[in-house]
């Protein structure tokens, strides 16, 4: 099983506070992902008792982020953040322009596989997810595999939900992609020969993975190539100054939880030309993997 998430930064300009599609890499994604497919259908036909073989019908996930959709809605109205009952008018429409921006990116990207011809189907978190106090505490995984075991390819997003001590919260791609990751039973799935029975998680951003401090901002950082602790960081920061999930230090909490169940993540730099292509393939590809 492979989950794919695709970062906001490379599918939105996600330093603009405006909402901007970056088609020319949301295009050139879904035909790599598509490629993959085909790739390792066709494989995996081939030799079905190949260990590496895996058929990406029934076991690929993808989830993306809300790049410069959702953040700069979510920020104007403090979604997540305490407010007084007579603010909550003001917070609850700006729930509503959040979800209904987040849902609209979506929407595009999921034109974008299917004009690929991916059986995809969206999986919308405000609908089912609930969280308390920001995290997760209600996600019912059987819809998601009924869906896999039909054929589909669900696509989560991050998104705002409904929390038990906050009212509303906002819950990031990678907090989902976490969850999944540690609850989902790929052995509901085992049934079937062609399936890999691994899970292997592959975040797309737009660096080649963790460095010891922010690329982006110092020519000194350097690339760390296996993570298994923050300790190894010296300094992290956001690329902009409208991520409200916590950019790569989140993401990096997310993927050391897994690590710990002995799950292991990539983060690799999806602006470069094939390398989700290639990471779908278990292909080499530079990136940073987090395991203990
Ligand atoms: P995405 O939207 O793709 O999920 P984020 O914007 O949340 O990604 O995080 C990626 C960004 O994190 C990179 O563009 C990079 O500039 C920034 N960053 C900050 N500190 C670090 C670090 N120590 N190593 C790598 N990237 C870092």
Redesign the pocket.
Known sequence: MIIL??????LTN?DSNESEVNYTNLNRIAKEIKDAIDILNFTSNQDLNKSESSDLINSLIIIH?A?SYGHPPAKKYKIGEPFTEEEYPKKRIGFSKTQNSVKKLNTIICDALINEGIPCVSMQASSFITTKNKRINSFNLELLEKYLKKGFIPVFYGDVVLDSKLKVAVLS??QILQYIAKNININKFTSSKKINASKKVI?????E?????????YKD?KH?EKLSSLEE????????NI?V???????IKELLELAELGIESKIIN?NEHGAIFNALNNKEVKATIIRK
């Open positions: 998430k695709l970062g906001g930064s490379i996600k982020g790049g791609g990678d975040l797309g951003t737009d660096v993975g963790v460095f010891t401090k922010n690329p982006k901002k950082a760390i960081i010296e300094e992290f920061d956001s690329t902009t991520d999930t916590g950019g790569m230090i989140g993401k999806a």
